[in-house]
């Protein structure tokens, strides 16, 4: 079967950042809760989720707006500034570039969806100059209108903005909340990538119709490619 379009999760798929997002915010929930998050808390609680989720679990009530700010921008601008400081890792993953290259020159439809919020997104625009291959005004991003993965909303409104139906798109993800996302969203295929976890950890999910270890491993002839006469 063959899909005419590609919607990418972006931490942690085409950015291998995990391990930063991971670091500070170990920090920040001890800080607001006077312990650290648990690894399982952080693959069920943390990836996908908006912020504000995230702040909601640690303190166990729902944050004022001052606070999911406040906390919001201090993190990441850690976050950012950790990112910046690892040139070595400050590219895209393995063979991103390549299955980018392929799809622009197919004219393949294709969009972000993420749930960092625009700050973020501006910097991986800027960094990774994804300009040259996404259209900006398509990307989805954590805006304070979306709720949260595993909640399908940023894959419906990624697929409409690619003007396709949910069942004709590929999903890219590493996250469970994430995958569980593009499958409430009627996403035509799953694939995980093995960014953080390993590949028996996905065979376990359902939802997932692949398992690749980078970008390379995708095989071009899944995309509906249109042929101009």
Not at 24 to 30: E, G
Not at 66 to 77: F, H
Not at 95 to 124: H, Q, R
């Amino acid at each position: 079967m063959t899909y005419e379009g590609i919607i990418f999760d972006f931490n942690g798929t085409l950015f291998w950042d995990s391990e930063k997002h991971l670091e500070t915010w170990r920090v920040y929930s001890k800080r607001l809760r006077g312990k650290a998050f648990s690894d399982e808390e952080m693959a069920k609680y943390m990836f996908g989720r908006t912020n504000e989720d995230i702040i909601a679990y640690a303190i166990g009530e729902k944050p004022t707006a001052e606070m999911v700010e406040e906390y919001a921008n201090e993190k990441e601008g850690i976050y950012r500034q950790m990112c910046l400081e690892d040139k070595e890792n400050l590219h895209l993953a393995k063979g991103a570039v390549e299955l980018l290259d392929f799809l622009k020159a197919n004219n393949i439809p294709m969009t972000i969806a993420t749930m960092s919020e625009k700050p973020n997104v501006d910097f991986y625009i800027e960094v990774f100059n994804l300009a040259k291959w996404f259209d900006i005004d398509k990307i989805v991003y954590s805006d304070g209108t979306i709720p949260g993965k595993p909640a399908p909303d940023i894959f419906q409104i990624a697929a409409k903005n690619l003007n396709l139906d949910p069942k004709n798109c590929i999903v890219i993800e590493d996250a469970i909340s994430g995958i569980e996302a593009a499958q409430n969203a009627g996403i035509g295929k799953i694939i995980a990538i093995t960014s953080m976890e390993n590949e028996d950890f996905y065979k376990k999910i359902p939802a997932v119709q692949q398992i690749i270890s980078n970008f390379d491993d995708i095989d071009r002839n899944i995309f509906k490619i249109k042929v101009n006469n």
